[in-house]
């Protein structure tokens, strides 16, 4: 029954800032990799940051220097602090992970998404 609850979104003006917080319910071994998407209106679904155990971080060319993937792996949870923050940054925003449930099994995971608006 392991879910990605996603809180954090709403309404900001430009130039503010949103922490996006996913937490992993259900009882998991650790956090593989972690990813987070968008989805503006009429626009394919992006990746914005992600995270692989191992790897480097990533960002898109359009958040970079705005934008932060972290996670608490004590909490279990992933987060997207956003600063900066430009109406172009509106979107639906969904968190991704792939979480290993035992050693040797590993599961993908989406949040519902959560709808991120910036706007004066």
């Known amino acids: 029954q392991v879910q990605l609850v996603e809180s954090g979104g709403g309404l900001v003006q430009p130039g503010g800032s949103l922490r996006l917080s996913c937490a992993a319910s259900?009882?998991?071994?650790?956090?593989?990799?972690m990813n987070w998407y968008r989805q503006a209106p009429g626009k394919q679904r992006e990746l914005v940051a992600s995270?692989?155990?191992?790897?480097?971080?990533n960002y898109l060319d359009s958040v970079k220097g705005r934008f932060t993937i972290s996670a608490d792996n004590a909490k279990n949870t992933m987060y997207l602090q956003m600063n900066s923050l430009k109406p172009e940054d509106t979107a639906v925003y969904y968190c991704?992970?792939?979480?290993?449930?035992?050693?040797?099994?590993?599961?993908?995971?989406w949040s519902r998404g959560t709808q991120v608006t910036v706007s004066s």
């Open positions: 991704n992970a792939d979480l290993y449930l035992s050693p040797g099994l590993k599961c993908n995971y």
């Open positions: 995270f692989t155990s191992g790897s480097s971080t």
């Open positions: 259900g009882s998991i071994f650790s956090i593989y990799s």
